[in-house]
């Protein structure tokens, strides 16, 4: 009987988000006979990451102490460290908790108990330990996991979303203003920005297949900067934004600025600001996938 080989282990490491880009991981069946899932909470049964872990994936941001300890403690044995999702690389949804006014109601709490302290500040997981790769996305998509864990070198993602959406760009076709999210009647097979609806995929890192705006929903950068970008202020990323819009529309300058800076939006585009902005060194391109 042959002798079974033993598979190379890795851990899922979950911090302060949503189980996303868990569901993700699971969605991606393919690396069921190459890996051996050895923690991930939400589908397995063990105390503590093992100390003979290869991969680690750390999905959500660090907003409590306890996040920080277990963020340390699991990367100190682990072979390769890979930041998954929005949340690990720039806080994601639980960085909306920075604001004043939401830290001052939970503290004010003084009934609450057993419950990990607050961070003054939701950190990326970088702040606390090396990252050996950067997998943007919220969440990223099963083949992105699959291309993470076999090896990048075999993955050829385009560089921005616009390449792989595959919409026609019309020079006759200019909307005067914007169209607001979910309202109107997309039309096939057309840009978005042809049609009036704020669409970023020219400037967005691509790989993700373009699943959100060839059905027909914009792309609000979920997946980070282009490589054309990832080094650069943020600033210059929403110059290219406006160039575009002003190159394909007649749509005026200041309400595409006041679009690109709207709630709507905040949620995805502060990562752009994240790379450059943050105080640290840029994050090198070759570290994103």
């Known amino acids: 009987m042959p002798e079974k080989r033993e598979l190379p282990k890795f851990a899922v490491l979950q911090l302060s988000g949503c189980a996303g880009c868990e569901v993700s991981l699971i969605n991606a069946s393919e690396w069921v006979d190459q890996y051996q899932l050895v923690y991930m909470p939400l589908v397995v049964s063990a105390n503590a990451v093992p100390e003979d872990t290869e991969i680690l994936l750390v999905s959500g941001g660090v ?43 939970f503290l004010a709490q003084s009934s609450r108990h057993h419950l990990p302290h607050l961070l003054p500040k939701s950190h990326p997981i970088d702040v606390f330990v090396n990252v050996d790769l950067y997998l943007p996305g919220c969440p990223p998509t099963p083949e992105l996991f699959m291309a993470a864990l076999t090896g990048p070198e075999n ?15 019309l020079k006759d076709m200019r909307p005067k203003h914007l169209v607001g999210f979910q309202q109107g009647e997309v039309l096939p097979d057309i840009c978005l920005i042809n049609q009036g609806y704020l669409c970023v995929g020219s400037s967005t890192r691509g790989g993700c297949r373009a699943i959100c705006t060839r059905p ?6 979920c997946r980070g900067p282009s490589n054309a970008y990832i080094e650069k202020e943020s600033q210059v990323w929403f110059d290219r934004i406006q160039k575009v819009f002003e190159n394909m529309t007649d749509i005026p300058p200041e309400e595409i600025k006041a679009a690109l800076h709207s709630p ?11 790379y450059t902005n943050s105080g640290r060194p840029p994050r090198p391109k070759e570290k994103v996938l």
């Open 63 to 105: 907003r409590n102490d306890e996040d920080a300890f277990n963020l340390r403690k699991a990367a100190k044995t682990a072979k390769r460290v890979v930041a998954v999702g929005t949340c690990a690389i720039s806080g994601g949804v639980s960085n909306l908790g920075d604001r004043d006014d939401v830290r001052q109601m």
């Open 216 to 221: 027909g929903h914009p792309c609000v950068g």
């Open 155 to 169: 993955f050829q993602a385009s560089n921005i979303v616009c390449q792989e959406c595959g919409r026609e760009k």
């Open 264 to 274: 709507q939006l905040s949620l995805f585009l502060f990562q752009f600001t994240d």
